[in-house]
């Protein structure tokens, strides 16, 4: 983290988190998920790990496979490399 003028130094990580929502709200997540791993560790901000072969495995055509995104998440290519292992490519 940049250091902080006037004397913001003595601000402990918490109250630094503030001041980085109100100064700069685009960087937060990111001041959020660096609190986060500081106090708790990297497991509770690290995205689990996806089988996309268990997936379809637990799917039918009465239980289709619903993918809800979050902004940068693309599944596409990992869908792909299924597809052509299953083959359900041309």
């Keep these: 983290m940049a250091q902080l ?3 913001f130094e003595k601000l402990d990580k918490f ?3 503030i001041v980085s929502r109100i100064l700069r709200n685009d960087r937060c997540i990111n001041s959020i998920k660096q609190y986060i ?3 708790m560790g990297e497991y509770y901000v690290k995205s689990p790990l ?4 268990k997936i379809y495995a637990q799917s039918t ?3 289709p496979i619903v993918f809800i995104l979050s902004p940068g998440a693309d599944p596409q ?3 792909e490399i299924l597809g052509e292992e299953l083959g359900y490519r041309d």
């Design 50 to 53: 996806i089988m996309y072969e």
């Design 61 to 63: 055509e009465k239980t």
């Design 5 to 7: 003028p006037g004397g």
């Design 15 to 17: 109250q630094r988190l």
């Design 77 to 79: 290519g990992e869908l």
């Design 37 to 39: 791993m500081e106090k």
